[in-house]
């Protein structure tokens, strides 16, 4: 089904002739494959820089995302600039702290209000909402959206990419000049564009759940470093003053019962008697859902010729933390920034679109290093319990490690 927005009056005149051009293989200046947070929000700053795109997405919106729906600093920013923000903040919980819980039961306490200029809280609101919102402030901005549309391959010629999709029984075809893969940690049609190195790192995974008549949850998002989930955590992120999204992660399983494993461990971590206490006249709502993350950034491939990838279908999740909702915003922004400029030549080359890995590179590669460093040391209890002792005693430490997981800049980087 093809859809624009509902609100513009003036746009349901032009539907019409868009039905038109997507039969007709109109060919387009940019193609967004998956309407996620990085897929919307590079369709909207497109669309919204004059660009003529068309956002595909293999669900009917609005759609669920296995995720901990926490927004961090970055991610609002980005929306803030979508100017859809108060939007947002209607139907989310803000949060001003993190506290962090080792497994002797220390805490310590992170504010979001660690870096100027950059937002002092967190969100948290549940994808269904959150991507539905980002996806019509991108079709409101001029984008065209074909839901159920799975998109299968991308074959490029000199001077265009096809895109061959399948929407239910039907083989469609859409061209453009250049193609943004944002299929999150869906590594299929990366691998048939070429973007998948076959020894890619193994994704981490991730569960969650969702409960009702939470008691104790307050004004923070609670982080377990539990003895049963290290070197991952254990998570209690509210949605309302007594419903939580609560989740564990981050693992790197790889045997074929890791989805078993990873439920198994969440009902011990439901079962700790701090979480138990919370969750005492609390009711489960809706699956538990388990879903992959893909944390390789810095060794993901980005760019093969016209066609380039953003948010985590290019790794982009924060290795430390699991977030990756405000990176796959944040460079869905910057793709959309740089290919404006790219369209504004004269003589666009298409050699110049590698140019796009390095501006990523540049900004994040050194940010997804100390990432992997600080993911490796805290899978040793060790290690962990040191570090977990030097932040509550270091000003500078714990700062560092407040930007490290609000994915700010980091000290110097600012
Ligand atoms: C359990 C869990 C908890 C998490 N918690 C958090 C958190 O609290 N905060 C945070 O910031 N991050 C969190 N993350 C990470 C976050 O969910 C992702 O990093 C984020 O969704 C990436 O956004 P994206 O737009 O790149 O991809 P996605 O959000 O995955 O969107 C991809 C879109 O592409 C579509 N698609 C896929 N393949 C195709 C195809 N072939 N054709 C057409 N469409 C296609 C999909 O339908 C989907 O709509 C969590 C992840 C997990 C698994």
């Not at 991108?138 to 001077?159: K, P």
Request: glycine fraction near 8%; hydrophobic fraction near 45%.
């Amino acid at each position: 089904m093809l859809i624009i927005s509902q609100t513009d009056e003036k746009r349901a005149g032009e539907f019409r002739e868009i039905i038109g051009y997507v039969s007709l293989d109109r060919e387009f200046d940019v193609i967004v494959v998956g309407a996620g947070p990085a897929g919307s929000a590079a369709a909207f700053f497109l669309a919204k820089g004059g660009l003529d795109v068309l956002l595909l997405d293999k669900s009917e919106f609005p759609r669920d995302k296995t995720c901990g729906d926490a927004l961090l600093p970055r991610a609002i920013e980005v929306l803030k600039e979508m100017d859809v923000l108060a939007e947002v903040e209607t139907l989310a919980q803000k949060v001003s702290e993190m506290e962090f819980n080792d497994p002797q039961g220390n805490q310590f306490v992170v504010t979001a209000n660690t870096k100027a200029g950059y937002a002092s809280y967190l969100l948290v609101i549940p994808r269904l909402k959150f991507d539905d919102i980002l996806r019509q402030k991108a079709l409101e901005a001029g984008a065209i959206f074909e839901s159920s549309c799975h998109v299968m391959r991308t074959e490029q010629s000199a001077d265009r990419v096809v895109v061959s999709a399948q929407i239910g029984q039907t083989p469609k075809r859409f061209l453009a000049k250049v193609v943004l893969i944002a299929t999150g940690a869906n590594i299929g049609l990366l691998r048939s564009t070429g973007l998948l190195k076959p020894n890619a790192k193994e994704p981490m995974l991730a569960v969650r759940a969702y409960f009702e008549n939470v008691s104790g949850l307050g004004d923070k998002i609670q982080v377990y470093f539990d003895d049963h989930v290290l070197p991952g955590y254990g998570w209690i992120f509210p949605i309302s003053k007594s419903s939580a999204n609560i989740g564990i992660g981050l693992k790197a399983l790889r045997s074929n019962d890791a989805d078993d494993s990873l439920r198994s461990a969440l009902g011990r971590f439901l079962e700790r008697p701090d979480v138990k206490k919370m969750l005492a006249g609390a009711n489960q709502v809706g699956p538990t859902k388990s879903y992959p993350l893909r944390a390789d950034f810095a060794t993901a491939l980005i760019v093969s010729g016209r066609v380039i990838a953003i948010g985590e279908a290019a790794g982009m999740v924060n290795p430390l933390t699991g977030d990756g909702i405000d990176l796959a915003m944040d460079s869905g922004r910057i793709a959309a920034l740089f290919l404006k400029k790219w369209f504004a030549k004269a003589n666009p080359n298409p050699v110049e679109l590698k140019q796009y890995d390095r501006i990523l590179r540049n900004q994040f590669q050194r940010r997804f290093r100390i990432f992997g460093l600080c993911n490796a040391l805290v899978k040793y209890p060790f290690m962990f319990r040191a570090i977990f002792g030097l932040l509550q005693k270091s000003v500078k430490a714990n700062r560092f490690a407040a930007e490290l997981v609000m994915s700010q800049p980091i000290l110097e980087d600012a």
